[in-house]
């Protein structure tokens, strides 16, 4: 099992986050989102991770999620860094080589992008592996619900969703058998990037042949257990927003205003 | 004799895009199963025994003949529903069946498409869970499962519609053995306690040995049917068939054949011991 691939998964559990309303943690992500690109100073910034990192403890994420959850954005933080140590210029020079200079308002700026971006993947994070798939998918699929009117399969959009996370695991050590199976024959799967992604070509072709096998076992399967396009569904899980869920809104919205009215 | 639950008149089936003149997949089978019976399924690949079950919930319709559940035919659309809600079919991968991405809400899949009221659903679930000793597994997604667990769930969301009928399509043959025990002994309790009729398609004489009927299927022909201890005792015909029998019987099987005097139908360990006793006794 890859267990590089944390981003979307859940966690199952019952912390204050894990009850929150999906539909109010959609908003409230967007209202951390807005926040997070306002946030002007170090100290805003700050808060905010501080804000996220209580979060975190509350849910109890095991360490190795988190560091698990961030891995992907490495190549990126690297990237930004460089960026903008490099090529933001201003400032007390702080190291100089050769005809590069790395000078402090680069160094803060780019400080500051990073910041930015883990406190992204920190919110994103919190919000998949506190929310099961399809918890999301449905929060989702409430507010598309108005396009349903135009004739937007919004229900269905849900099943689709809700199936495709269900199956990501599961094709995923599909795909590690293929390639492990590869390997036993003597496959090669090293080397540079390019010729790695060419290599991986002979694994796509039977991944997807059984993806498509898949597909159809599933259909059969749901068709046999009453699933009909376009009929009326329940939920097993109604969704109730209660004070908490408002509580929470409230809050994340009162500091959307207190970050704009302080200009922090 | 208790009611008919199944009823196949003259059922013949082709698949769809296969030409007329091909082989059909079930040829003019007449078959009726009570409420409440066990029957096992038995052929070689491709005699049809999926396609059999399969028109028990109405997923394939006769091309030939007639189907009915509780005297519903599926050829009637308007039955469908209902007969799906009779029928509740597992299948061989439990991979490829599960649709939650979570235990319950995959147990919850089946009622919530029939529009079944969220607390009902709950009760339901957990009632279905608790049975199958899975409750502990409520939350998990299904790629946390073993086999026999996945397995176990999706025979949970069939228990959550109340069906009386369960069409188990090679349920044990991608478990391991430990994984095949729990699901069988569940399987069979809930044919003995509730009633519910079992239609199991195997490969494995164990398993048809625990059934009260045999069916054995070739080419789409009901080539023979009748308790277990007739039909797995007839090796000859089991072999023509690329079958065989449970490992009792076919040592029995072997015994008689060069000259022990062991009564037929012979399928079960303590049964094959008791009767080596009584014969050494006698000598």
Known sequence: MNHSVTLGRYLPGSSFLHRLSPRIKLLVLLLFLVILFMLQTFAGLGLLLILLLVAVATVRIPFRYLVGGLRPIVYIVIFT???????????????????????????????????????????????????????????????????????????????????????IPTIAEESQRLLRAQQARGADFEGGFFSRARKFAPLMVPLFIGAFRRADELALAMEARGYRVGAARTRMHEEKIRAADWAVLLLAGAALAAVVLTGL | MAAVLLETKKLTFVYPGQPESSRPALKEIDLEVCAGEYIALMGANGSGKSTLLKQFNALLRPTGGAVFVDGLSTADDHCIPQIRSLCGMIFQNPDNQIVGTTVEEDVAFGLENRAVPPPEIRRRVAAALELLGIAHRAGFPP???????????????????????????????????????????????????????????????????????????????????????????????????????????????????????????????????VQLCLYAQKN
Do not use: W
């Open chain 2, 143 to 273: 790629h946390q499962l073993s086999g026999g667990e996945k397995q176990r769930v999706a025979l949970a969301g069939l228990l959550a519609l109340r069906p009386r009928c369960l069409l188990l399509d090679e349920p044990t043959a991608m478990l391991d053995p430990a994984g095949q025990a729990v699901l069988l002994e569940a399987v069979q309790r809930l044919n003995r306690e509730q009633g519910i009729t079992v239609i199991q398609a195997t490969h494995y004489p164990e398993e048809a040995a625990l059934a009260g009927r045999v069916l054995l299927l070739e080419n789409g022909l009901l080539l023979k049917e009748g308790p277990p201890n007739d039909i797995l005792s007839d090796l000859p015909l089991l072999r023509s068939l690329g079958l065989g029998s449970t490992a009792a019987g076919e040592l029995a099987y072997l015994l008689r054949r060069d000259g022990m005097p062991l009564p037929g139908g012979i399928l079960h360990n303590r049964e094959l011991a």
């Open chain 1, 81 to 167: 860094a460089v960026l903008y140590f490099f090529f933001t210029k201003g400032g007390v020079v702080l190291l100089r080589l050769g005809t590069l200079t790395i000078e402090q308002e680069g160094v803060s700026a780019g400080l500051f992008m990073i910041a930015r971006l883990v406190g992204l993947v920190l919110m994103s994070l919190l919000l998949t592996l506190t929310t099961s798939p399809l918890d999301l998918a449905q929060g989702m699929e409430y507010f598309m619900r108005p396009l349903g009117r135009l004739g937007f399969p919004a229900g269905e959009i849900a099943v689709i969703m809700s199936i495709a996370l269900r199956f």
